[in-house]
């Protein structure tokens, strides 16, 4: 089964730290999309890609977080430097413009948790 | 972005039907209607989509009514694996492939 993967899956670390999240999308698969989900939130785009180029960014704190795609099989995100209330789920999910269904796959997320 | 409604929680029984309702009044002609589940402790999985006929897959069939306003998730016997919050989003097609999550609809289901 094809699916999308998220290392790490739990984080905890200090205020202040910085924090690397990384997304392995489904291979073939053009467009990434990071999410982050809180209880009070719920689940909100942050940034996505499309062939590797950033297309919409607008959901995340510009002065902390950072994006990027290395490669076509490499999605980061950063988060420098951290703060508690950066504690949340974030989730990558990938999806191929090939087919017109445009369906998103999430990875399993990764659990941060800033102390 | 046009916006869902949907009740906040649901109740059913294992293996009986359930009919999740979702209602966008404010849905437009190029407003496709998507359907997320998330299980605990997992990431959002895609249920089903359709544009303005009803749809039915291996997971579940979706139901829209005429006027596009308003669609019902249904999932014929619900499983103890069933329960999850469901996700009723519009995507516009002329935005990319990008969702808005609202909060969803819890559901639980009883043994």
């Known amino acids: 089964d094809a699916r999308v993967t998220q290392t790490p899956r739990h984080k905890v670390t200090e205020m202040g730290q910085e924090v690397t999240m990384r997304c392995q999308p489904i291979?073939?698969?053009?467009?990434v999309f990071w999410y982050r989900q809180t209880m009070m939130q719920g689940l909100e785009l942050l940034a996505y890609f499309r062939n590797r180029a950033p297309l919409d960014d607008s959901g995340m704190p510009k002065d902390r977080f950072s994006a990027e795609m290395p490669d076509a099989t490499l999605a980061t995100l950063k988060i420098q430097p951290s703060e508690p209330r950066d504690s949340a789920v974030y989730f990558c999910?990938?999806?191929?413009?090939?087919?017109?269904?445009?369906?998103?796959?999430f990875g399993a997320g990764t659990r941060l948790s800033v102390l | 972005d046009a916006k869902t409604t949907q009740p906040n929680s649901m109740e059913s029984n294992e293996e009986e039907p359930v009919h999740l309702p979702c209602n966008h009044s404010?849905?437009?002609?190029?407003?496709?209607i998507h359907w997320y589940r998330q299980l605990p402790s997992q990431g959002p999985e895609y249920v089903i989509h359709?544009?303005?006929s009803n749809v039915n897959n291996r997971m579940a069939s979706l139901a829209i009514a005429e006027d596009r306003k308003s669609s019902t998730l249904i999932l014929h016997r619900a499983t103890l694996r069933d329960a999850a919050v469901y996700y009723c989003i519009l995507r516009d097609v002329r935005r990319a492939q990008k969702l808005v999550f609202g909060q969803g609809t819890r559901l639980t289901i009883n043994p």
């Open positions: 291979l073939g698969h053009n467009t």
């Open positions: 359709g544009l303005t």
């Open positions: 404010t849905i437009s002609g190029t407003d496709y």
């Open positions: 999910a990938s999806v191929t413009d090939r087919t017109p269904k445009n369906i998103q796959y």
